[in-house]
């Protein structure tokens, strides 16, 4: 028989072991003190604790309701641990050769003209979002074809809304060094946007 603790992790409720809670515990504590420094240090332990929260929801099941030490073994493995990431030397070796990330199409709200539908196009293929618009106009001029399909992707693709989101759009792995790295990009976006 096991204590378990209920927490609330990136706004989700988890009953969690207490030996895994301890382990978790000092994980998040450790990420604290490594972003200390950073001037958005609240902004990327808020993602990262929601990246946290949205993997733990996939382990469980109606079967399994309580998370457990090896899943959180699982989930620091997949985010890194903060000595993993350093800006003076670039990408670790951790980085540089771990497998990419889950690559999933949404519509880039953050770089759209319309609807975000050519940008997020772009963002998946890698591919300057100018051409795909510049491919969606020659559509709709040639015959209309091209507003029908931009409707439906629009419809069909989702919003990336959250950071995790935005990074598996780019098929980046979803680590703290890709959650950070993101933060500080909006975070610098909206300085320029108000011109601090």
């Not at 670039?90 to 770089?111: I, L, N, Q, V, W």
């Not at 959250?162 to 980046?172: D, N, S, W």
Request: glycine share 8%.
């Amino acid at each position: 028989m096991k204590i378990t603790v209920s927490i609330n992790l990136g706004g989700y409720a988890f009953n969690i072991d207490e030996d895994a809670y301890t382990e978790l515990k000092r994980y998040l504590k450790n990420l604290e003190l490594h972003f200390a420094g950073e001037e958005s240090s609240s902004e990327i332990l808020s993602d990262i604790e929601t990246r946290m929260a949205e993997l733990f929801r996939a382990k469980l099941t109606s079967y399994k309701q309580v998370i457990n030490m090896d899943d959180v073994h699982q989930i620091i493995s997949v985010l890194g641990a903060p000595e993993d990431i350093s800006d003076n030397e670039g990408p670790s070796a951790r980085e540089k050769f771990s497998s990419p990330g889950y690559h999933r199409m949404y519509r880039d709200t953050d770089h759209r003209v319309i609807g975000g539908v050519c940008s997020g196009l772009g963002a998946y293929w890698d591919v300057d979002p100018v051409i795909i618009r510049v491919i969606f106009v020659a559509f709709i001029l040639a015959g209309g074809i091209g507003a029908l399909v931009y409707l439906i992707l629009y419809i069909v693709i989702p919003e990336a809304k959250t950071t995790a989101q935005k990074i598996e759009m780019k098929g980046a792995p979803v680590n703290i060094h890709n959650i950070k790295e993101s933060v500080k990009k909006e975070v610098e976006t909206v300085r320029k946007n108000l011109k601090i």
